[in-house]
């Protein structure tokens, strides 16, 4: 189910802002519609992605994680 965001939010592990257009499954779409984070795409609709072009965005950088220490008793 093709999906428009109406607010900003995380679905499928990405960051989608007010506006982006997103694939949904039909049980999430329903969720979605209905708590107002989303609505159907129109006709009348473009996806942002169609918008912009072909162009795509360049992927964000990976986190650094945590740096772990042993410790360990001195004898």
């Known amino acids: 189910m093709k999906l428009i965001a109406t ?10 802002q007010a506006g982006d257009a997103f ?5 999430d779409g329903k ?6 984070k989303a609505r159907e795409v129109d006709a009348a609709d473009k996806p942002a992605d169609e ?3 072909s ?3 360049p992927a ?3 986190r650094q994680k945590y740096q772990t ?4 008793a001195k004898d």
Do not use: F, Q, W
């Open 31 to 36: 969720l979605l519609k209905a708590i107002r």
């Open 23 to 27: 694939e949904a499954s039909e049980r």
């Open 51 to 53: 918008e912009r072009g």
């Open 60 to 62: 964000a950088p990976a």
């Open 7 to 16: 607010k900003s939010m995380l679905y499928g592990g990405k960051d989608l």
């Open 69 to 72: 220490r042993r410790m360990k």
């Open 55 to 57: 162009k795509p965005t």
